[in-house]
């Protein structure tokens, strides 16, 4: 089972991204959502109204749907899990989701995640990970995750599968802060390349590295026409080549993140 839900787990919809290509590539098929009415408050995730085939209006209700997916040349199928990160009760919905995995004989859980760190757009994405099982951990091959702090439901999930006996595994990719509010193809590509490693599934991701390609020539013109900004992402890569470096040494991106947001919205949405 891999999940990923929109929300505070999702910089640069890097996670619900790779679940979203995952279903995709794999032809998945919806066979469940979880009733949004107990876990969302709808002042904070509002539906939506659309219009359906023949003009009939139709309401969305922000939610999570579960889907099916044959996993050619891979030891077992899939099972994704994608949506909003529910608002309340996420014991009880965390719950929901173990007994669905017991009940599909679901071998491992793994959890996916963004999140808005001080990182240069020009290196490899960091991913870092735990896993609930000593096996899973040296398949991750990785850096344990030392991040402590405010968590979102897929900090609760992944306690949650280690309190139920679920082998899970989290990983995390580390997106650039000044950049935000883009989509980033790129750290969705490496969680989708994590996750092939993980659990021996193979798809073809051609499609996802062209939009990552195109996601740093986008931000590196925006970097290059901004002298502020360029000698900011200077600053974090010679931190990010130097073990020795400390917080002190990088400046605060918060200024410049919002000078660098202001100028791609002043770039609009059809300057390419």
Not at 28 to 36: E, G, H, K, L, V
Not at 216 to 241: G, H, K, M, N, T
């Amino acid at each position: 089972m891999v999940c990923a839900f929109q929300g505070w787990n999702d910089a640069g919809d890097a996670a619900s991204s790779a679940v979203s290509f995952l279903a995709s590539a794999l032809n998945a098929r919806r066979f469940a959502r979880i009733d949004s009415e107990e876990f969302y408050d709808f002042q904070a995730n509002r539906p939506s109204v659309r219009f359906a085939d023949g003009g009939k209006r139709e309401i969305v209700w922000p939610g999570v749907e579960v889907f099916e997916a044959p996993a050619p040349r891979a030891p077992r199928d899939l099972v994704l899990v994608q949506g909003v990160e529910p608002s309340m009760r996420w014991r009880a919905f965390s719950a929901n989701l173990i007994d669905l995995a017991e009940a599909l004989g679901v071998q491992v859980v793994v959890s996916l995640g963004a999140l808005l760190g001080d990182v240069p757009h020009t290196r490899p994405v960091a991913i870092t990970g735990h896993a609930s099982d000593p096996a899973l951990v040296e398949r991750l091959g990785m850096q344990a995750s030392t991040y402590e702090g405010p968590t979102g439901i897929v900090g609760i999930l992944h306690g949650a599968c280690t309190d139920a006996g679920l082998p899970s595994a989290s990983l995390w990719a580390g997106v650039p802060h000044y950049v935000a509010a883009a989509a980033n193809p790129k750290a969705a590509l490496a969680l989708v390349r994590r996750v092939e490693g993980l659990i021996g599934v193979s798809v073809d991701v051609s499609e996802l590295e062209s939009a990552a390609a195109d996601y740093e020539r986008q931000v590196e013109l925006a970097v290059q026409s901004d002298p502020d900004i360029q000698a900011f992402v200077e600053r974090l890569e010679q931190a990010a080549e130097s073990e020795e470096s400390s917080p002190e040494d990088v400046p605060s991106g918060d200024i410049l993140a919002r000078e660098f947001q202001r100028f791609l919205r002043q770039r609009g949405p059809d300057d390419k």
